[in-house]
């Protein structure tokens, strides 16, 4: 029987900080500082408005499909913005702030005049206090995790529709792992009910982009070879040292002239430092100690 405790668990995020570089993936899903024994984590405005704006819609699913859009979808989103206000959120002035939280409630009005399936029958997949899990491989002991944002239920074809809310800019490009695990977990977290139909809901935009689905056992197979790349990774790190196995590809940072590493990796390097350029703001969700770079 495996071990959860001993597991490699990967997420979409855990992998995507993994193929951008191994460096930033060990600084930020493995490495501890010595002193709190926390992870540590960059925080920033935009992150800060994806948790605001998401805590909304996706807290409507706990109300019936017929009254859901009777809450004050404003004013939860007021309160749920005071926990990612200033520095705690990333925000260096009054003015980046108020500029960030505008953008959130645009987003959310442009939801209350056209809720499209938020008005529809939902689902929930099972979870404790830790994000929807599964095995991804017992041999390999690897726990794939994650949170699907919205799963409508399709009466016509008693089947299910994924949908991920993207509050950037940014549109998800082809090749992401993210619908391909977001099937994966419904797959085996809900077992009455197949995925039919996968599409990402550009809130600034309000454009809403249906997905070709991927294979089942294509996405196992693509996000497995990613997962076991990780996991290799971490084998040989115990084996050969973190700090030889897990390497930026644009070369190792160095304090003194602060060169080398790269995007992704540097702010981490910097906390490492004790860098002027990051600022301790407090400790977050899973204690870990938040930071932001200081512009």
């Known amino acids: 029987m495996p071990d959860k405790y001993s597991a490699v668990w990967v997420s979409h995020s855990s992998m995507g900080d993994f193929i951008k570089c191994p460096r930033s993936y060990y600084l930020h899903n493995m490495y501890k500082d010595p002193k709190t024994g926390h992870k540590v984590s960059i925080v920033n405005p935009h992150m800060s408005l994806g948790v605001a704006v998401h805590e909304v819609l996706e807290g409507l699913a706990d109300f019936p499909a017929d009254t859901r859009m009777d809450r004050d979808i404003l004013a939860l989103y007021d309160a749920g913005w005071k926990k990612v206000s200033g520095k705690k959120g990333g925000f260096t002035s009054d003015e980046e702030e108020a500029e960030f939280k505008a953008r959130g409630k645009v987003m959310l009005e442009k939801v209350m005049n056209d809720p499209r399936f938020l008005v529809n029958k939902c689902i929930k997949l099972p979870q404790d206090k830790m994000p929807c899990n599964f095995y991804l491989s017992e041999e390999h002991n690897i726990i794939l995790n994650g949170l699907v944002d919205w799963i409508e239920y399709l009466p016509d074809t008693d089947s299910l529709h994924i949908i991920d809310f993207k509050t950037g800019k940014n549109e998800e490009k082809d090749g992401s792992l993210q619908l391909p695990i977001y099937l994966l977990l419904c797959d085996a977290l809900h077992k009455k009910r197949k995925v039919t139909k996968a599409s990402y809901w550009y809130l600034e935009s ?7 689905l991927p ?51 540097r702010p981490y390097e910097f906390i490492l430092n004790s860098d002027s350029l990051v600022e301790f703001v407090g400790v977050g969700g899973f204690n870990q100690d938040m930071y932001i770079l200081k512009k």
């Open 215 to 265: 294979d089942i056992e294509n996405a196992r197979r693509d996000v497995l070879e990613i997962a076991m790349k990780v996991k290799e990774a971490r084998d040989v790190a115990k084996r050969d040292g973190f700090e030889k196995t897990f390497v930026c590809p644009q070369g190792a940072y160095n304090p003194e002239t602060k060169d080398g590493g790269c995007n992704n990796c």
């Open 206 to 212: 309000d454009k809403l982009v249906e997905k070709e």
